[in-house]
């Protein structure tokens, strides 16, 4: 698993008390223009650049997911290293699917719709696992709520450890075939990458983490997303894990 993901399992994020407290201050809803209109013009997908820079200063590939959805935990436990060895960032985008389906018409549960290509789903979810050296347990609940977690990301998408909690987190969903809906479970993913869990569930349960991710969502459907893992690299949208190279490739401008 480690020669495939070099970043699992994590490395703790190291900070001092202090550090902790103040990057869980940290979560709440961003107020750029960016990501507080929750109606945005489609024509700013078109731009040359919709996924800004990265802290660090690197160009930076937006990944949207739910934790709810299968081949999302497939990709995201592979871009980030994807995206450094082509010299860029990640913009985590977690969103809530539901509504997004809901506003598109499509069923809560596409994948899985039609029994026999439900079948089919879980045996090729497997085999992906396996050929990425993944673990995989089919989960013995589905859908599983990931609000919790995609709260503590949605309001703090530039901490340091979001990358890692949300590795953490899929990992405990798809991996371990842990309930990601408890605070328990999300607490021992918080610990996990190094961050206080009691701060970081009380800030997301909190109405400005609420609109975060609500706005988040509203911006998903905005830009014409209908499914996850989404990335948009470059003002173009690649859907699905078996794009992940090709928006890899288009973001760091080699397509």
Not at 31 to 40: E, F, G, I, N
Request: aromatic share 10%.
């Amino acid at each position: 698993l480690r020669s495939c993901c070099p970043h699992w399992p994590p490395t703790p994020f190291t900070a001092t008390d202090s550090r902790r407290s103040a990057l869980a201050d940290r979560i709440q809803p961003r107020h750029d223009a960016h990501h507080s209109d929750p109606t945005p013009e489609i024509s700013r997908l078109n731009q040359a650049n919709t996924t800004d820079l990265s802290p660090g200063g690197l160009p930076r590939i937006e990944f949207w997911f739910d934790f709810a959805s299968p081949y999302s935990y497939l990709a995201a436990m592979r871009i980030e290293q994807a995206a450094q060895q082509a010299g860029l960032g990640v913009a985590w985008k977690p969103m809530l699917l539901g509504p997004v389906f809901k506003s598109l018409g499509i069923p809560p549960l596409p994948l899985f719709a039609i029994p026999q290509k439900g079948e089919y789903i879980w045996k090729d979810l497997a085999r992906q696992a396996d050929k990425f050296g993944l673990p995989w347990v089919q989960p013995s609940q589905f859908p599983r709520n990931g609000m919790l977690a995609e709260r503590i990301m949605a309001g703090d998408p530039d901490a340091p450890w979001t990358g890692a909690f949300c590795r953490a987190v899929f990992h405990r969903s798809w991996g371990l075939d842990q309930d990601i809906g408890t605070e328990e479970v999300i607490a021992d993913a918080l610990r996990e990458v190094g961050i206080d869990p009691g701060l970081a569930i009380a800030r997301a349960g909190q109405d400005a983490a609420k609109l975060a991710l609500r706005q988040q969502t509203e911006h998903a459907v905005a830009l014409g997303i209908f499914g996850a893992p989404m990335m948009i690299a470059r003002g173009e949208l690649f859907w699905g894990n078996d794009r992940l190279d090709d928006a890899i490739a288009h973001a760091a401008g080699k397509q």
